[in-house]
């Protein structure tokens, strides 16, 4: 398709200079910039806006089919075709009957199946026998596959429940025969967690009553744990719902390619988090109700791919759950109509040949060529991409050497440049490049994943033919001749490791400038013992890089040597290694010689690095690892200009240290007793207290010194001394004793306290009453008689 899009542009471009050619109009402009451009949802929108304004059937028709193709089971767009054809906007060749069998058949869509119930209403207007028959059975048929769905309730249940109530009156067995079709559909429907479940109860419970008041007890008695459990369900529905975008009320809703930012993110998890519930099984249905879990997590899975219709996870998550409750039609469905969507997905891609492979090991006679088109098909739509980013990415490239240079006109002077041309295109064309190259990696694992198909499905002999499709391929990557060589190395038990051997030799010609490449080839030289043969590699090629390139060589290179090799060749790479690196640390180089499986005893003892991990790990500080005080474990070299100052903490200083503080509280002295700090008080009077209880009789205890924790020493010492307290001094034996007998006055009707007993002579101890310390009785109980209370 892209291929015509020049010519179309060149005709558009030299059609004002030609009175012949008539100039495009809008609906076939925009009918090329979306084969161009397939994924642009406004295009689209205005593409069917001006089909819709020309009048014209056939556009309108060529319009929507176009859009639906794209977009299938787009609901606002297909009741939106629907309407048209009614309306004979659309030439009558276009039944309407037949696009509602096929927009209903995978629709999950209630304002859909609304519009079908309203179709089958409108055309059977006449009432009689058929007719009512025709309407309950097309209500039957809606409700068997979207009458799980909340929304169903005020569109669909509540209307069909009417329906069957408006059945004019029979027989005896007719109106028996109403009153059972009532019955159930009333009872399905209040079981389920529909958005007028209540409403649906309360019509259940008057239509029962207005019956027989002791059959409806009975009933409603039976069905209250179902409906109960489905208002619960109901509630959770909601609140899983919000933010989903399953609502729309701006026209029609056309998905666009993911960018993958923090909202997309959180959408794809509050879908992945709502179709999980579902298959919770959150109204605990029975196993006996099986059918209709399944066909209610189908119906879920059936809206999330509308909406995340270019996201493969939500896809994948269908197929997964599919297969697991044994759905394989619809797992391949699904699979198919992801791949439809997300043709470049590689988890879709793989699921489906895998599901395609299992079922042909099914077969006697088995046939795999349909999976060999699948890959073919893949692996040309990755090729037709990474052509198009080749392409952009050399005509920037072209674009900014053009844009550098510097032209002068005729008198001399430099032309105006345009400011985007020198400064976008650098950018635009570094980006490309990084996304080529990531493209070439992808690239080269969709032909590694199809080389191990070839290989288990059909043998070695056909692996290796895919592989010599890989090798005439100039977008494959280096990895596709590594996985070949080792697939040979493994499964060929004849003369493996000399077939891998010439695929490695072979890609060197290709991919002898990457440093990866290179790399691999080694270790594998190495790893089957090929020492000759790898030291030749090595010399030959560690030239050929930077010695950042070449960095993973020579480690490589040096830890076989290490290990495996003499003194003399080991003290021989160390030197070389010198003279190529030479700000490395000798002793780096020294630890790497004796370092085995991540094994660095010189690291981790001698230069003390398991001893700071452990530092670090046991000690962060309560505030994190940047703390806004000194860490502690960087305390004990703080600057101090009292040498007496000792702090108990493990680690060094902080850097840089904080200033002097002059108001820095002294130090106490080593020698001072910790009841040394007791401030005295001026008024302290003699009291003399009853005698306390005998004091009990512990074992002595060894006495531990007291040390406090290391942020607590260092805050210590920038407290000012008390020396410099200028503040009041409390008496606070007479503060207690007012507060205790304070008097607090309140503004509500609440009970006042009582006032102060009058104040009685102290006994000649004087001093308080001893304390109560009896057990509590409650809040109304008074102190025990013949003992005072504590207050």
Same mark, same amino acid.
């Given at each position: 398709?892209? @291929?015509?899009?020049?010519?179309?542009?060149?005709?558009? @471009?030299?059609?004002?200079?030609?009175?012949?050619?008539?100039?495009?109009?809008?609906?076939? *402009?925009?009918?090329?910039?979306?084969?161009?451009?397939?994924?642009?949802?406004?295009?689209?929108?205005?593409?069917?806006?001006?089909?819709?304004?020309?009048?014209?059937?056939?556009?309108?028709?060529?319009?929507?089919?176009?859009?639906?193709?794209?977009?299938?089971?787009?609901?606002?767009?297909?009741?939106? &075709?629907?309407?048209?054809?009614?309306?004979?906007?659309?030439?009558?060749? *276009?039944?309407?009957?037949?696009?509602?069998?096929?927009?209903?058949?995978?629709?999950?869509?209630?304002?859909?199946?609304?519009?079908?119930?309203?179709?089958?209403?409108?055309?059977?207007?006449?009432?009689?026998?058929?007719?009512?028959?025709?309407?309950?059975?097309?209500?039957? &048929?809606?409700?068997?596959?979207?009458?799980?769905?909340?929304?169903? #309730?005020?569109?669909?249940?509540?209307?069909?429940?009417?329906? =069957?109530?408006?059945?004019?009156?029979?027989?005896?067995?007719?109106?028996?025969?109403?009153?059972?079709?009532?019955?159930?559909?009333?009872?399905?429907?209040?079981?389920?967690?529909?958005?007028?479940?209540?409403?649906?109860?309360?019509?259940?419970?008057?239509?029962?009553?207005?019956?027989?008041?002791?059959?409806?007890?009975?009933?409603?008695?039976?069905?209250?744990?179902?409906?109960?459990?489905?208002?619960?369900?109901?509630?959770? =529905?909601?609140?899983?719902?919000?933010?989903? %975008?399953?609502?729309?009320?701006?026209?029609?809703?056309?998905?666009?390619?993911?960018?993958?930012?923090?909202?997309?993110?959180?959408?794809?998890?509050?879908?992945?988090?709502?179709?999980?519930?579902?298959? %919770?099984?959150?109204?605990?249905?029975?196993?006996?109700?099986?059918?209709?879990?399944?066909?209610?997590?189908?119906?879920?899975?059936?809206?999330?791919?509308?909406?995340?219709?270019?996201?493969? +996870?939500?896809?994948?998550?269908?197929?997964?759950?599919?297969?697991?409750?044994?759905?394989?039609?619809?797992?391949?469905?699904?699979?198919?109509?992801?791949?439809?969507?997300?043709?470049?997905?590689?988890?879709?891609?793989?699921?489906?040949? @895998?599901?395609?492979?299992?079922?042909?090991?099914?077969?006697?006679?088995?046939?795999?060529?349909?999976?060999?088109?699948?890959?073919?098909?893949?692996?040309?739509?990755?090729?037709?991409? =990474?052509?198009?980013?080749?392409?952009?990415?050399?005509?920037?490239?072209?674009? $900014?050497?053009?844009?550098?240079?510097?032209?002068?006109?005729?008198? #001399?002077?430099?032309?105006?440049?345009?400011?985007?041309?020198?400064?976008?295109?650098?950018?635009?064309?570094?980006? &490309?490049?990084?996304?080529?190259?990531?493209?070439?990696?992808?690239?080269?694992?969709?032909?590694?994943?199809?080389?191990?198909?070839?290989?288990?499905?059909?043998?070695?002999?056909?692996?290796?033919?895919?592989?010599?499709?890989?090798?005439?391929?100039?977008?494959?990557?280096?990895?596709?001749?590594?996985?070949?060589?080792?697939?040979? &190395?493994?499964?060929?038990?004849?003369?493996?490791?000399?077939?891998?051997?010439?695929?490695?030799?072979?890609?060197?010609?290709?991919?002898?400038?990457?440093?990866?490449?290179?790399?691999?080839?080694?270790?594998? =030289?190495? $790893?089957?013992?090929?020492?000759?043969?790898?030291?030749?590699?090595?010399?030959?090629?560690?030239?050929?890089?930077?010695?950042?390139?070449?960095?993973?060589?020579? +480690?490589?290179?040096?830890?076989?040597?290490?290990?495996?090799?003499?003194?003399?060749?080991?003290?021989?790479?160390?030197?070389?290694?010198?003279?190529?690196?030479?700000?490395?640390?000798?002793?780096?180089?020294?630890?790497?010689?004796?370092?085995?499986?991540?094994?660095?005893?010189?690291?981790?003892?001698?230069?003390?690095?398991?001893?700071?991990?452990?530092?670090?790990?046991?000690?962060?500080?309560?505030?994190?690892?940047?703390?806004?005080?000194?860490?502690?474990?960087?305390?004990?070299?703080?600057?101090?200009?009292?040498?007496?100052?000792?702090?108990?903490?493990?680690?060094?200083?902080?850097? !840089?240290?904080?200033?002097?503080?002059?108001?820095?509280?002294?130090?106490?002295?080593?020698?001072?007793?910790?009841?040394?700090?007791?401030?005295?008080?001026?008024? @302290?009077?003699?009291?003399?207290?009853?005698?306390?209880?005998? !004091?009990?009789?512990?074992?002595?205890?060894?006495?531990?010194?007291? %040390?406090?924790?290391?942020?607590?020493?260092?805050?210590?010492?920038?407290?000012?001394?008390?020396?410099?307290?200028?503040?009041?001094?409390?008496?606070?034996?007479?503060?207690?004793?007012?507060?205790?007998?304070?008097?607090?006055?309140?503004?509500?009707?609440?009970?006042?306290?009582?006032?102060?007993?009058?104040?009685?002579?102290?006994?000649?101890?004087?001093?308080?009453?001893?304390?109560?310390?009896?057990?509590?009785?409650?809040?109304?109980?008074? !102190?025990?008689?013949?003992?005072? #209370?504590?207050?």
């Amino acid at each position: 398709m892209s @291929e015509t899009l020049p010519e179309t542009t060149v005709k558009i @471009e030299a059609s004002p200079a030609d009175d012949s050619v008539p100039p495009p109009s809008d609906f076939d *402009t925009l009918k090329a910039r979306l084969k161009e451009s397939p994924h642009d949802p406004e295009t689209w929108k205005r593409f069917v806006d001006v089909a819709e304004s020309s009048g014209d059937g056939s556009q309108i028709r060529e319009a929507y089919d176009a859009l639906l193709k794209q977009y299938p089971n787009t609901a606002t767009a297909q009741i939106a &075709y629907l309407k048209h054809v009614l309306n004979r906007r659309v030439s009558m060749t *276009t039944d309407v009957e037949q696009l509602l069998n096929k927009f209903l058949r995978t629709s999950p869509s209630v304002e859909l199946w609304r519009f079908y119930l309203d179709y089958v209403l409108r055309v059977n207007v006449t009432p009689s026998p058929t007719t009512r028959e025709t309407v309950r059975k097309s209500y039957d &048929y809606a409700l068997s596959h979207i009458g799980y769905d909340r929304d169903s #309730g005020s569109a669909i249940w509540a209307e069909y429940i009417q329906f =069957l109530r408006n059945a004019p009156e029979g027989s005896t067995w007719d109106n028996q025969q109403k009153m059972d079709a009532v019955r159930k559909a009333q009872n399905q429907a209040v079981q389920l967690p529909l958005d007028n479940v209540e409403q649906l109860w309360a019509q259940l419970e008057s239509y029962e009553t207005s019956l027989n008041k002791t059959t409806a007890k009975k009933i409603m008695t039976d069905l209250s744990p179902a409906h109960m459990q489905a208002r619960t369900v109901l509630r959770q =529905l909601n609140i899983h719902l919000q933010g989903l %975008g399953t609502s729309n009320t701006n026209g029609i809703f056309l998905p666009a390619p993911p960018t993958f930012s923090p909202q997309e993110r959180q959408l794809i998890g509050r879908w992945k988090s709502y179709l999980k519930w579902e298959e %919770g099984n959150p109204l605990e249905l029975e196993e006996k109700d099986r059918a209709t879990l399944v066909a209610r997590v189908g119906h879920a899975y059936r809206k999330a791919v509308i909406r995340m219709r270019y996201y493969p +996870e939500i896809w994948f998550m269908a197929y997964t759950w599919c297969t697991s409750v044994g759905q394989n039609a619809e797992a391949l469905s699904f699979l198919r109509s992801g791949l439809e969507a997300n043709p470049e997905s590689f988890v879709l891609t793989y699921a489906y040949v @895998e599901l395609l492979e299992k079922a042909e090991l099914k077969k006697d006679q088995r046939d795999f060529s349909t999976i060999h088109s699948v890959y073919e098909r893949f692996i040309g739509g990755l090729r037709a991409h =990474l052509a198009r980013l080749t392409e952009l990415a050399a005509q920037l490239d072209v674009t $900014t050497k053009e844009a550098t240079e510097e032209p002068k006109d005729e008198s #001399g002077s430099l032309e105006s440049i345009p400011a985007n041309s020198a400064t976008a295109a650098p950018g635009l064309n570094s980006r &490309y490049q990084a996304e080529l190259v990531e493209r070439k990696r992808h690239y080269a694992n969709a032909w590694i994943a199809y080389m191990r198909f070839a290989r288990r499905s059909q043998g070695q002999t056909t692996c290796r033919e895919t592989f010599s499709k890989a090798r005439k391929d100039e977008y494959v990557g280096w990895e596709v001749y590594e996985a070949a060589a080792l697939t040979e &190395y493994r499964c060929n038990s004849e003369d493996g490791r000399l077939v891998a051997s010439r695929i490695f030799e072979t890609g060197m010609k290709k991919f002898g400038t990457d440093a990866s490449y290179v790399l691999a080839h080694l270790s594998f =030289l190495l $790893t089957v013992n090929d020492e000759n043969n790898a030291r030749a590699l090595f010399e030959r090629v560690i030239g050929t890089f930077t010695p950042a390139e070449a960095k993973p060589i020579w +480690e490589r290179w040096s830890r076989s040597q290490y290990q495996y090799d003499d003194l003399e060749a080991v003290l021989e790479i160390e030197r070389r290694m010198a003279e190529t690196y030479p700000n490395d640390a000798p002793i780096k180089r020294f630890a790497q010689r004796h370092t085995y499986h991540q094994i660095d005893a010189i690291a981790e003892i001698d230069l003390g690095f398991a001893k700071s991990k452990k530092a670090t790990a046991t000690n962060p500080g309560p505030f994190g690892p940047n703390p806004s005080y000194p860490p502690s474990d960087r305390l004990n070299s703080l600057p101090n200009d009292n040498p007496s100052v000792k702090t108990s903490v493990n680690g060094p200083a902080p850097n !840089p240290p904080p200033p002097p503080n002059p108001n820095k509280r002294p130090p106490p002295p080593p020698e001072r007793k910790p009841t040394d700090f007791k401030r005295p008080r001026p008024d @302290e009077r003699e009291r003399r207290r009853s005698p306390p209880p005998p !004091p009990r009789r512990d074992p002595p205890k060894e006495e531990k010194p007291i %040390g406090l924790p290391a942020v607590l020493s260092w805050f210590v010492t920038q407290l000012p001394p008390r020396e410099t307290f200028d503040g009041p001094v409390f008496n606070t034996d007479n503060l207690m004793d007012t507060l205790r007998t304070a008097v607090i006055p309140s503004s509500t009707n609440r009970v006042r306290s009582p006032p102060p007993p009058a104040a009685q002579p102290r006994s000649a101890g004087g001093g308080r009453p001893p304390p109560d310390y009896g057990p509590y009785q409650g809040p109304q109980s008074g !102190p025990p008689r013949g003992r005072p #209370g504590r207050y």
